[in-house]
């Protein structure tokens, strides 16, 4: 078994920062590639920034500049650096095994999604 978890949102001012954090549980060999996607109301969820367990990362246009994704050491969770926040940032942010995830024990989950965090950018 493993989950998803993400933490981290909140309200912030245009401007601003905020870091979001996603956690994997369970007994983990390992996940290729994690990412961190968003949807706001009315819209299509849409990719924000990947990375891989080797550091390649990956971001959306309309973040690039802004955003810093990264993994720990240990390559069980993923943080997301959120810089000079626009008020059309706001969003759920969604972490994601973009790659599947392999446990110790052989199982493979080919996609898994965390439950989701709000971001909402506003003064």
């Known amino acids: 078994q493993v989950q998803l978890v993400e933490s981290g949102g909140g309200l912030v001012q245009p401007g601003g920062s905020l870091r979001l954090s996603c956690a994997a549980s369970?007994?983990?060999?390992?996940?290729?590639?994690m990412g961190w996607y968003r949807q706001a109301p009315g819209k299509q969820r849409e990719s924000v920034a990947s990375?891989?367990?080797?550091?390649?990362?990956n971001y959306a246009d309309s973040v690039k500049g802004r955003f810093a994704i990264s993994r720990d050491n240990a390559k069980n969770a993923v943080v997301l650096q959120m810089n000079s926040l626009k008020p059309e940032d706001t969003a759920v942010y969604y972490c994601?095994?973009?790659?599947?995830?392999?446990?110790?024990?052989?199982?493979?989950?080919?996609?898994?999604w965390g439950p989701g965090t709000q971001v909402t950018v506003s003064s």
């Open positions: 994601n095994a973009d790659g599947g995830v392999l446990l110790k024990n052989g199982i493979y989950y080919p996609d898994l």
């Open positions: 369970g007994s983990i060999h390992s996940i290729n590639v």
């Open positions: 990375i891989t367990d080797g550091g390649i990362t």
